[in-house]
């Protein structure tokens, strides 16, 4: 079962390092590991020398990282997927876990829990995942089901749901995990296997984009809505075809440094 580890990166230079590192400590190994710079205002280049065993890309334009995502599931030629910000890290464990899971239990896609390090002082908590988050959102519409960050996805089962809203810069990940949690079979591990940093920088912290801004208000708006009638129509019909709410542009990906992978 080929597997690519694939890292969306924005001007995180300083931390990318030490996400590199976690997935290639990782105890089973991905088949890849991709890294795709969104036209930073300068490549990584400190990283690309350091890891040529990494493959490097960049995009034509900044489109955000779900377009990322979005070109890379259309394309790539492995079967599963393992997602991971650039501005986080993964427990060593995390790849041989979701993978073990995935396979013991026939399932479509796999999170897990996750600890929140802080480099401001903000009153976010971190969430505690449902082992269950079909159950739980069936209940309680607006409910986290998954962080789609700390997720091992199955490629057939991401365009069976739809894939992304790419016409998102922000929200298509949570819009994303609704379908895929009332589509297919999901779970969240209990075990802590991924560490996200809280930051300025990313787009659910920033003054523009960030939780409470007016673009992302907008924005919440209209997936809170698709998320009354998605709940809604699958509980009147469970094997309701799913699809993306709002696409945008597909992203063009460029390769800069690093082994060559088939189809992108």
Same mark, same amino acid.
């Given at each position: ?14 931390w ?14 991905p088949?890849?590991?991709l ?20 493959t ?16 890379? &599931?259309?394309?790539? %030629?492995?079967q599963?997927?393992? $997602?991971q #910000? ?8 995390? /790849? ?10 026939d ?10 390090y ?23 519409t &607006?409910s986290?089901? %998954?962080?789609?960050?700390?997720? $091992?996805? #199955? ?8 894939? /992304? ?15 895929a949690?009332l ?23 920033s003054?523009?984009?960030? &939780?409470g ?17 998605l ?6 019909d469970?094997?309701?075809e799913?699809?993306a ?5 597909k ?14």
């Amino acid at each position: 079962m080929s597997v690519l580890a694939l890292i969306p990166h924005y001007q995180t230079h300083q931390w990318l390092d030490q996400c590199i590192e976690s997935i290639l400590k990782q105890t089973v190994s991905p088949t890849n590991i991709l890294v795709v710079d969104d036209c930073s205002d300068t490549l990584p280049i400190h990283s690309m020398s350091k890891y040529p065993q990494v493959t490097f890309m960049r995009t034509a334009t900044n489109g955000g990282p779900f377009r990322i995502h979005q070109a890379v &599931f259309e394309n790539t %030629c492995h079967q599963r997927i393992m $997602l991971q #910000d650039s501005d986080d890290w993964s427990d060593h464990n995390r /790849l041989k876990a979701l993978n073990t899971a995935m396979e013991s239990n026939d399932l479509d896609m796999v999170g897990c829990q996750l600890e929140y390090y802080y480099e401001y002082e903000s009153g976010e908590k971190r969430p505690i995942l449902p082992s269950n988050p079909r159950e739980q959102m069936l209940e309680k519409t &607006f409910s986290m089901g %998954c962080l789609l960050s700390t997720t $091992l996805l #199955d490629r057939a089962f991401f365009h069976r749901v739809g894939g /992304l809203s790419t016409g998102f810069r922000f929200g298509a990940d949570s819009e994303f995990v609704r379908r895929a949690v009332l589509g297919g079979r999901v779970i969240n591990l209990p075990d802590i296997l991924y560490h996200r940093r809280i930051h300025r920088q990313s787009l659910t912290h920033s003054e523009k984009t960030g &939780f409470g801004s007016e673009q992302r208000k907008k924005v919440q708006k209209t997936i809170r809505e698709a998320a009354v009638k998605l709940v809604n129509a699958v509980k009147a019909d469970p094997d309701l075809e799913m699809k993306a709410i709002f696409t945008g542009e597909k992203a063009e990906l460029h390769h800069l440094s690093g082994p060559v992978i088939q189809g992108l």
